[in-house]
């Protein structure tokens, strides 16, 4: 079974940026830690991508991490637990997805189907 993930996992966009993970989820921890749930949307620092424009580049760094496949048996107020298995798609502050969320670790002290 999948770790669950909380605000002290790591996520990283495709690129090398930072998810800051923060919850609407006040009622479940796991380790001390609050449980991130699938309708969550996380923010994404130091993105450091760039995209063909002209003769140069453009920044198009990811801002956004919305996610899909939380937890179906642990849900908080109707959403799910995001777990290891869940996926991140990342997105430009056009709208333009731009690649899935590396999810580094997840909570080893608790799992979720």
Known sequence: MPGVLTTAST?????????VLTT?????TVANMP???QSDVHSVAG???QIPFGAG???SPCIR????GGAT???VG?????????????????GAPQGTATIANASPKANAT
């Open 11 to 19: 996520v990283m966009c495709p690129h090398g940026g930072s998810a």
């Open 24 to 28: 609407s989820n006040a009622h479940l």
């Open 35 to 37: 449980a991130l749930l």
């Open 47 to 49: 993105c450091p991508f």
């Open 57 to 59: 580049t453009k920044p």
């Open 65 to 68: 991490i919305e996610w899909q």
């Open 73 to 75: 048996k642990l849900t």
């Open 78 to 94: 109707g959403p799910g637990v995001l777990v290891q298995s869940s996926t991140g798609i990342c997105y430009s502050a056009e």
